[in-house]
């Protein structure tokens, strides 16, 4: 079982930076793949980034390719979604996802735990 808390969301403005968190608690936090996703007001849940094990290998939607840094702290049970470059469209609830299956996978679906989300706000 694996607990997820995400915090660091809020208002900013475009062009503007925030990082988001996310806390796991147990001591197999190294043993799952993390992922960020992120859901609109109207729209379906989407993928944001993934991270491995390891932290070795990332994953990016390409909407976010280039803006968006994934990474994570072993010895910390913690994952990072760091957002560059803002823009409106940006604008979601943010949640972070654990995976227990051993090859990266993007599809929320097979995620196994979910944090309760952080809501991200970019005003133009």
């Known amino acids: 079982q694996v607990q997820l808390v995400e915090s660091g969301g809020g208002l900013v403005q475009a062009g503007g930076s925030l990082r988001v968190s996310c806390a796991a608690s147990g001591r197999t936090f190294s043993s799952y793949t993390m992922g960020w996703f992120r859901q609109a007001p109207g729209k379906e849940r989407e993928f944001v980034a993934a991270?491995?094990?390891?932290?070795?290998?990332?994953n990016y939607a390409d909407s976010v390719k280039g803006r968006f840094t994934i990474s994570r702290d072993n010895a910390k049970n913690t994952v990072y979604l760091q957002m560059n470059s803002l823009k409106p469209e940006d604008t979601a609830i943010y949640y972070c996802a654990a995976d227990g299956h051993i090859v990266m996978r993007l599809m929320s679906s097979r995620y196994d735990y979910w944090g309760q989300g952080t809501q991200v706000t970019v005003s133009s």
């Open positions: 991270i491995s094990r390891s932290g070795g290998t990332t």
